[in-house]
């Protein structure tokens, strides 16, 4: 290997807009920025690219056409490339990009983490709003699904069953709940979620949903902005949402006891897909 490089800063260029989202495009490809990042260090020849890049013949070959074609590198002898300044400053803006964004999700991480750190529990709490509600008993009609998105596969079936008698028009009337079943666990990517919807006791059921008797319950409520949380560092970092895990910390100092009824996420806003989905979260509890 020649021509080793010191590390150099991304190269100002005049670029149009619509050729920066062309160089985009074309570094979409995992390859192609493994070969632009090696190029970066120092330039290689073809037999170097294929032993780093473990790729065959003809497909890297295509991979570089599609760099050179955009002037992202260049071949500066034969069977040897480097760098273009093009591709110095598309690498450099990917990375730095990348790098802010990790920024970003580090300092959302640390933020989180700190309030949930010794001593901070009365700041968490005093934040949090809990409502104490009493649920009826109540005649449900429950839909499940196991599989990778299990939410979204029960919502169909809810939706499937509900809509067309009217159920979903007056979620007062026929509230919406849901929780795992069964919950998530290590090494598997399958889970189950089952869905409730309060019904007449004498409404026919039809094959696939499943009548059963709920015999209501004491529980502490909270409300999660659902489309927030489920996108949020803490759900990464945690495995769970964190109104949940503040729920259960302002549950630790509340006086109540923990409920052996079924924990629920009710449904606020199911349909209406233009606003964040918003939940109550209702955690079991005892006197």
Not at 19 to 44: G, Q, T
Not at 106 to 115: A, G, H, N, S, V
Request: a negative charge; proline letters at 5%; glycine letters at 4%.
């Amino acid at each position: 290997m020649d021509n080793q490089r010191d590390e150099e800063k991304p190269v100002k260029t005049s670029l149009s807009a619509d050729a920066i989202a062309d160089y985009f495009l074309v570094v979409s490809h995992p390859k192609r920025i493994m070969i632009l990042s090696l190029l970066a260090e120092e330039s290689m020849d073809f037999a170097e690219l294929i032993s780093e890049i473990n790729l065959q013949k003809t497909a890297l070959s295509n991979q570089l056409t599609r760099l050179t074609d955009k002037h992202l590198i260049e071949r500066v002898s034969h069977g040897h490339y480097a760098l273009t300044n093009e591709g110095k400053y598309v690498l450099g803006v990917l990375i730095d990009t990348y790098k802010k964004s990790r920024l970003r999700e580090e300092e959302e991480k640390k933020r989180i983490l700190e309030r949930y750190s010794h001593g901070s529990d009365e700041v968490v709490t005093k934040e949090l709003q809990v409502e104490i509600v009493q649920l009826d008993p109540m005649t449900v009609a429950s839909v499940r699904a196991i599989s990778k998105s299990p939410e979204e596969d029960a919502w169909k079936k809810m939706v499937a069953f509900a809509e067309p008698r009217g159920l979903l028009k007056d979620l007062k009337k026929n509230p919406i709940y849901g929780f795992n079943n069964p919950n998530p666990s290590p090494g598997k990517e399958e889970y189950g979620y089952e869905f409730w919807i309060r019904i007449d006791p004498d409404l026919e059921l039809e094959k696939g949903v499943t009548k059963k008797e709920f015999d209501g319950g004491l529980y502490a409520v909270t409300r999660c902005n659902l489309t927030q949380e489920s996108t949020s560092a803490f759900l990464h970092e945690h495995g769970v949402l964190e109104s949940w895990a503040r729920l259960n910390e302002w549950f630790k100092s509340s006086g109540y006891k923990k409920g052996k009824h079924q924990w629920l996420e009710r449904s606020i806003n199911p349909n209406k897909p233009d606003e964040d989905l918003l939940l109550d979260l209702h955690l079991p509890i005892e006197k």
